[in-house]
Each structure stands twice: as structure tokens, then as C-alpha cells.
């Protein structure tokens, strides 16, 4: 007749000791051994307290309507001048010359964020004027949301030359943010949401675009062009006018932040924990052995499953 298994108990060993015993004593120094060297091995291989980490983020840049674009033309004054800011304009009342001027934003994915800036500058040119070199300063509202909600003013600066005068020129890039130090994890940062050009100023000092990028670049946080494209096309001996267009995507950006407290703590844990492991299962079996073949003086005490000590 066959049998057939109806219960099952298991049997446990308990090892003791006095507490001033060599089996204590060992007992601890394999504790020590097992929590202390996966610390120190996951702290020593760098990396395990997190002071930077990046995310993605998709910035909301707007395009603020606030230009200056210095044309450099082959004439006795050498250059042709247009901006925003009427108080510059009127300094430059010489070399001032009013284009005709089309730009507009695009959101091809519909998500409330802009994608792309196309601006179109077209400056009038005299007789035998032709254009070889074009400087343009574009200002942007620059906005995150996702970590720190920051609000700031920033500047795009295109700058190309040509060795053969043309009448046309075309620039394609990506905006990205140069950041000097991290972003914080969470707050709101609006100290970079002053006006970088000053609107109404009487110095000329401030419309310069060396000294306005001078101070920009000395902020932690600044727009820059990257990716960039110039093309320059002649469009014949006959063109009236110089065409400037401009193309500018607004990408997806890795940006670099401080992470909080309980994400640093998270990361040094999970590094802690997979060492832990290894060293648990070793220790593990190595007291098993010890206690098993009665190395150190202990006297051992069984007990069922429920309990009893037999």
C-alpha cells in the first residue's frame, strides 16, 4: 500500500553561550564584518551619496520681441543698425535703417509649449551696399517647471561673417541652457527675471553688445545657440535688400539639479543593500559551519516548530 506525506515539522537548533564567551566574541566580529565592509566598499567606489543628478525637460521659452541686429556693409559708415528700443535708435539715428520685420512661434505638437522661433529681418541696402558680416541679439522669456520653477530673461547671440559680400543668410540651431551650477530640487527662483537690455536707459554703455554680454555671461544660468548653421546665399548684383532668416528650435534639455534628501538616501541605500546581500549569504554560511562543527564552546538546544524545546 502507498504512503502518503500528512505532516511535516521542522526541527530548529539554537547555539548558546555565555555573553563572555569565545562564541560572543566571534558572533560580533562576524556582525562587524557583515554591515561595516559593505559601507565602507559602497562609499569608497564613488557615487554613493548623490550630489547631481539630470532629468528632461522641455523648457517654455517665448520669444520677447526685444532685438538689436548690427549689419556690417561694405560703405563709409560700415555698418547698419535696427533694434527694438527706440532710445537706441535714436543714437544711432545715422546708421539707423527700419526693416521690414515677420516672426512667429509654432507648437506642432499642441502641448502648450512652443517648439520652434521663425524671424525674418529684411534690411533695405543703397546703392552698392553689400553685407559680409551680421551680429544679432535676440531676448527670450525662459521658463521650468518640472524641479525648480524658474523664471528668467536670457539672450541668444548669432554672429556670423562671409568672405564673399551676399545678400542673404539663413541660421538654424537649438536653444540650450549653460548652467554653472546644479538646479535646486524644489522651490521658486525668480532672480534672473530682471531685464538683462535696460528698455529705457540713456548710456550708451548699456545698448554696447559686448558689455550686455559681458554681464550675461557672468550669471550662473544662460541661453546659448547650439547646433548652429549658417548659410549664406547671394542673391545678385541687383538685390535692394539684405534678408536674415532665422530659424530656432526649442529641444528637450538635459538639465543637471541638487536632488533631495530622500532620493540621495534612496540611491545610498539600494548601493548599501546589494553589497549587504553578499555579504549576509557569506557570513552566513561561515557561522553556520562554526557553530555546526562546535569550533567555539557552545552547547546547542533543539526546539519543534511550535516551539518546544526538547
Given amino acids: 500500500m502507498g504512503t502518503l506525506s500528512l505532516w511535516k515539522q521542522t526541527q530548529s537548533v539554537t547555539y548558546k553561550a555565555s555573553i563572555c564567551s569565545k562564541g560572543t566574541v566571534f558572533l560580533v566580529i562576524c556582525s562587524i564584518l557583515t554591515f561595516v565592509p559593505p559601507f565602507l566598499i559602497a562609499y569608497r567606489s564613488n557615487g554613493f551619496w548623490l550630489k547631481v543628478a539630470t532629468y528632461r525637460e522641455q523648457p517654455d521659452i517665448n520669444f520677447k520681441h526685444s532685438v538689436i541686429t548690427m549689419v556690417d556693409v561694405v560703405n563709409p559708415d560700415g555698418y547698419i543698425i535696427w533694434s527694438t528700443f527706440p532710445t537706441l535708435n535714436a543714437m544711432v539715428a545715422r546708421n539707423y535703417r527700419?526693416?521690414?520685420?515677420?516672426s512667429y512661434e509654432e507648437d506642432l505638437n499642441q502641448?502648450?509649449?512652443?517648439?520652434?522661433l521663425n524671424l525674418e529681418i529684411e534690411v533695405p541696402l543703397e546703392e552698392g551696399e553689400r553685407v559680409h558680416a551680421v551680429k544679432l541679439l535676440l531676448g527670450f522669456d525662459f521658463r521650468l517647471y518640472t524641479m525648480t520653477r524658474l523664471q528668467m530673461n536670457s539672450l541668444i547671440y548669432i554672429a556670423s561673417s562671409s568672405a564673399i559680400a551676399s545678400n542673404q543668410l539663413t541660421v538654424i540651431g537649438d536653444i540650450t541652457l549653460s548652467q554653472r551650477e546644479p538646479l535646486k530640487h524644489r522651490g521658486v527662483n525668480n532672480y534672473l527675471k530682471e531685464?538683462?537690455?535696460?528698455p529705457d536707459s540713456t548710456d550708451p554703455e548699456d545698448y554696447d553688445i559686448a558689455?550686455?554680454?559681458?554681464n550675461y555671461a557672468r550669471r550662473n544660468l544662460t541661453t546659448h545657440l547650439s547646433n548652429p548653421f549658417h548659410v549664406w546665399t547671394p542673391r545678385g548684383e541687383?538685390?535692394?535688400s539684405f534678408l536674415l532668416r532665422v530659424r530656432l528650435q526649442y529641444p528637450t534639455l538635459n538639465l543637471e539639479y541638487t536632488p533631495g534628501v530622500w532620493q540621495v538616501l534612496k540611491m545610498a541605500w539600494v548601493q548599501y543593500l546589494a553589497i549587504l546581500v553578499?555579504?549576509?549569504v557569506i557570513f552566513w554560511r561561515i557561522k553556520e559551519y562554526v557553530f555546526t562543527n562546535q569550533i567555539v564552546p557552545t552547547w546547542a538546544a533543539a526546539s519543534d516548530a511550535a516551539g518546544k524545546w526538547q
Fill in 195 to 198: 531685464n538683462i537690455i535696460k
Fill in 278 to 280: 553578499v555579504f549576509t
Fill in 211 to 214: 558689455t550686455i554680454l559681458e
Fill in 238 to 240: 541687383s538685390a535692394s
Fill in 98 to 102: 527700419a526693416p521690414v520685420v515677420s
Fill in 111 to 116: 502641448d502648450g509649449k512652443k517648439d520652434n
